[in-house]
């Protein structure tokens, strides 16, 4: 019952934004990644990316955005990075009040990637959305963080765009 909701709501928001940005109207109000949470006003990178750049120095960081995701009113960080030539992975850096822990990490998809923050149960913490493509393979994945780790809810497609 809840995926079924789940799979409709969010073909509805795909549909409507994301992918097809390009045709205009956005029905749904949703919060996107900021911008100032990958650089501050100052030029700097965020605390939780120059963690990230200093425990991954190898990995060059595809996209990233900011949001509070364990329900403790700091924001963390959704990190989409190259593992190599052709293969990308995800994690989140959760900052524990100046501390920073990276959660467990997961594939992400290969080209125009979109992480989309939604709270999808209406309770804390706020899920995301991550889609993407590999070729012409389109795929997506709803994921929560659940203590330190990273848990993929929901997806489809993703093995292919991964
Ligand atoms: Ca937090
Ligand atoms: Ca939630």
Redesign the pocket.
Known sequence: MFRRWLACGLLVCLVAGGMSAGCGKTAVNETKGSDKSEVSETGEPSPCLSYFISTHPDNEVIKSAGADLDGDNIEDLVLIYKESEDKNKMLVVLDKQGEYQCTNETPAPVSNQVITFK?????????FIVQGMKGANIGYGIY?VEGANLVDLFGEGMKDCC
Do not use: A
Not at 119 to 127: F, G, S, T, W, Y
């Open positions: 709270d999808i149960d209406d309770k804390p913490p706020l899920e929560r």
